[in-house]
């Protein structure tokens, strides 16, 4: 496969046809035969070239430049301000780019994305790393080949890469813990996050397993600090040059949270309390016991509502409800300062495992908006996060990742108040910038990353948080590649994105006569692309 780019020193404004046949992301009903006639724009931020055009089919993808004099009225907004020109702006790779077998799926279509991406000024992408694909047969047998293929691929393209370790499992693509974890789960089912029905939450190991030797003898942290040496030996060679970012997965979805709504992908509910593996209702029961109340630790609250049920459908979370009860702060207190303690725990391993390398670290936080107008939030409670006499739950972790010099990812700057419904009591905007204002009390540099699907106004939403300049935003990841990312309307509206965050001026070298070309030869092996000047 050949792709070809020319650029056009004339060109204002960028133009491009993308189809996939054969690259493995498919654009919908719109690829036909032979050509696709879908278009989207992109511009590159370093290069003297303003308009480049893609057009791929299933024997090649050409670049070329296409003159226009149309200005969309995005890009020719005011200039952008400081906070913008330090965020470095990252994209996603597919959660499944490397398969089970340490085969990188997709491989064509990525390289082709990531020279995309590298001609529109994107500084690097981000790449999720899972334990159950590097250290699936047995534990301390890792194997990295798969993810140093693509780390490699994304060298010699150009691009930086963000490593995001990811010690949780998938539904969608299905990625699963480790198999001999699993194994280890059928006979001690006690290491999954449970609800009071029974049902199990097996693509996490729960907070109250850290340090109990429930791996053929050794604690889930003593096995992620072996999975951190690991990764750090396997790099090395990138580590500070392309490597310029680690994130450690903090539960869920990688996120610090409770899996409380494992049952309710729709959000419809306020969640419900993952307690009831027999070790979290050993930690319950002595914690109870050294209180001087025995009889509060049998169980969670027996009056909050179902998974789909509002919060308003039973007594826990009213106004006055047992939240507000001596009862309700021992049960919310003991339930929340589980996760933050499991925060500082791998947050802690990752510091001293990482330690003499100039890579940061980062850990992430969900975006509870939900419900987040009511006083309870319950859909903040339900996910381990309760504020109480005075201390906020917030701004103590914030304090945790300070402690240990991680920078916090907030995800969902892409919502705004506006767009949410009505009924769902619903605030990312004000929970977005709660949770910037106590990494700032802390100390802590905050990154930034959107919902995972696209949202009305989501991009000037974006821009607008990037903007905040009481708290400084150092990187945002915007996920995720794939077909919807490179889909006609959503990648131009990526490109006006992009155009937004790097304006610039038209130089001398702009008003050039000459057209200067360029050939990227992408072979069907795992190798990178060759690059030759014409």
Known sequence: MEVSVIGNPQARICRAELAYRELGFRFGSDVISGESRNRVSFCNQSSKWKEIAIRCSSRSVKCEAIVSDDAHPFLNSAPKSKSLESVKLFVGLPLDTVSDCNNVNHL?????????LKLLGVEGIELPIFWGVVEKEAAGRYEWSGYLAVAEIVKKVGLKLHASLSFHGSKHPEIGLPDWVAKIGEAESGIYFTDRYGQQYKDCLSFAVDDVPVLHGKTPMEVYRGFCDSFKSAFSDYMGNTITGITLGLGPDGELKYPSHQHNAKLS??????????HMLSALKGYAESTGNPLWGLGGPHDAPAYDQQPNSSSFF??????????????????SSLLTSHADRVLSVASSAFSGIEVPLCGKLPLLHQWHKLRSRPSELTAGFYSSNGQDRYEAIAEIFAKNSCRMMIPGM???????????L??????????????????????????????????ERIVENLKD?????????YQRMGALFFSPEHFHAFTVFVRNLSQFELSSDDHATEVEAETVSIGSGTGAPSLQTA
């Open 318 to 335: 009213s106004d006055g409800g047992s939240w507000e009860s001596q009862y309700g702060d021992f049960f919310l207190s003991w339930y």
């Open 414 to 424: 892409d919502l705004s108040d506006e767009h949410q419904s009505p009924e769902s």
């Open 469 to 477: 300049e009481n708290v400084g935003i150092d990187l945002f990841t």
């Open 426 to 459: 619903s605030s990312p905007e004000s929970l977005v910038a709660h949770i910037k204002t106590s990494c700032k009390k802390q100390g802590v540099v905050v990154s930034g990353q959107n919902s995972s699907t696209p949202v009305p106004g989501g991009f």
């Open 269 to 278: 509910g306020a969640g419900e309390f993952q307690c009831y593996d027999k």
């Open 108 to 116: 064509k279509a990525i390289t082709a994305g990531l020279k995309a």
